[in-house]
Nanobody, 125 residues
Framework: VQLQASGGGLVQAGGSLRLSCAAS????????MGWFRQAPGKERDFVAA????????YYQDSIKDRFTISRDNGKNTVYLQMNSLKPEDTAVYYC???????????????????WGQGTLVTVSS
């Protein structure tokens, strides 16, 4: 599976962005999808994830009231709608795909086998 993330950019605090991640080369609806982010000098952190059907979603506590993950299996795309952005949201955002085996942990980066190239989100104060 190849993943292509897009939609990052520079936005003022309080603004919104929508990230997209287009998948190709596999059966998209088989995969759980996740978004992770990595700020400068920090480790890659879980942001949000969604089950293959879209029925179940998971969020990092700090963003769950501001970000929404969704997917369109017909378009092989997963989205991350980010509202009320804060400077601390500044990071490179990565999308990831993983096969949801019985012990799959949506919040754990190494459960995802496929990663996009990342898209930079910069939030100015």
């Amino acid at each position: 599976v190849q993943l292509q993330a897009s939609g990052g950019g520079l936005v003022q605090a309080g603004g919104s962005l929508r990230l997209s991640c287009a998948a190709s080369g596999g059966t998209f609806s088989n995969y759980a999808m996740g978004w992770f982010r990595q700020a400068p000098g920090k480790e890659r952190d879980f942001v949000a994830a969604i089950s293959w059907s879209g029925r179940n979603t998971y969020y990092q506590d700090s963003i769950k009231d501001r970000f929404t993950i969704s997917r369109d299996n017909g378009k092989n795309t997963v989205y991350l709608q980010m509202n009320s952005l804060k400077p601390e949201d500044t990071a490179v955002y990565y999308c990831a795909a993983g096969l949801p085996t019985y012990n799959f942990n949506y919040r754990r980066s190494y459960d995802y086998g496929y990663w996009g190239q990342g898209t930079l989100v910069t939030v100015s104060s």
